[in-house]
């Protein structure tokens, strides 16, 4: 059952124009609208990669189906899209993507930059190496994105990783991979990756996701969000479930970069594919 949103906030940076809203929970949720200026896909992507980076253990926010009503976007003046035409456009009423919003509305407890020092001492820091076997299994053609919260009495930060929208290639459901797409800005978060133990758990737990994990999540986004084509959905699933055999080979490439991403990195460490995999051999031919 959705979440019915009951007051709009604010706008949030950003090129979906999302919209700081509250819940009937109680909770403030970061809401993007099937006609954001991006494409009505990208909320089928926030939720699926959200919910598969949940699945493998990273920090990502809560999310969830949010219901935006027509009363609340008529009453609401700033509830228009700004910069798309003369006349603004108003947000479509309906059901749309909401992600919980990091921390709390206090200043300095949620930040999107750290200077070097702070970035260093994030306590989940190893994370963004877990985060890595997502953004490239779900092939992210955007820059990773994070934020950093600090709760009270805490001297430490933690990230949590947002802005799932331009997996599976945005609105194009594809897999134009690159060595230098969905990776952190910051070399810094990738420093202390010695060789593929520093990836585990996350990487194993991509690898041998179970088929019934990831359609079962899929089955929660509504048919809205990609115009009910269900084809399209069911492609999309199985190319991304035979490319969990790939993922090492996506992130190699990564490695062996010009960014010299992890410059501590064991030259003698080799890659190990799951057992499961070792009989797939037509793969290689498959048009990503």
């Avoid at 999540?217 to 991304?240: F, H, K, N, S, T």
């Avoid at 035979?242 to 460490?269: H, K, Q, T, Y």
């Amino acid at each position: 059952m959705a979440v019915l949103a009951v007051q709009a906030i604010r706008r949030m940076r950003g090129g979906a124009q999302s919209q700081l809203m509250l819940g009937s929970d109680s909770r403030l949720w970061v809401v993007k609208f099937q006609n954001n200026p991006q494409h009505l896909r990208v909320l089928a992507n926030e939720f699926l990669a959200s919910r598969l980076a949940a699945a493998v253990g990273l920090s990502v926010p809560h999310t969830d189906v949010v219901e935006v009503t027509d009363w609340l976007i008529a009453n609401t003046p700033t509830m228009r899209f700004s910069g798309l035409s003369e006349e603004a456009q108003p947000y479509r009423a309906g059901l749309q993507f909401g992600s919980q919003f990091v921390g709390g509305l206090m200043p300095g407890q949620v930040l999107d930059y750290l200077p070097e020092p702070q970035l260093e001492d994030v306590r989940n820091l190893n994370e963004f190496a877990g985060m890595l076997c997502i953004d490239k299994w779900t092939g992210n053609s955007n820059g990773r994105q994070a934020v950093f919260e600090r709760r009270p009495r805490e001297r430490r930060y933690r990230a949590s990783f947002i802005d799932q929208g331009f997996c599976f290639n945005a609105g194009e459901w594809s897999f134009a991979d690159a060595p230098l797409r969905g990776v952190y800005q910051r070399n810094l978060v990738y420093r202390k990756v010695t060789g593929w133990k520093a990836l585990e758990p996350w990487l194993s737990r991509v690898e041998t996701m179970q088929p019934e994990t990831v359609w079962s999540i899929a089955e929660q986004v509504p048919p809205e969000w990609y115009a009910g084509d269900q084809g399209a959905l069911e492609l999309l699933l199985e190319q991304l479930l035979l490319r969990r055999s790939r993922v090492r080979e996506l992130i190699a490439a990564f490695r062996d970069s010009s960014r010299n991403p992890f410059p501590l990195w064991n030259e003698g460490a080799t890659v190990t594919v799951p057992a499961q995999f070792a009989a797939i051999n037509g793969s290689e031919g498959f048009v990503m």
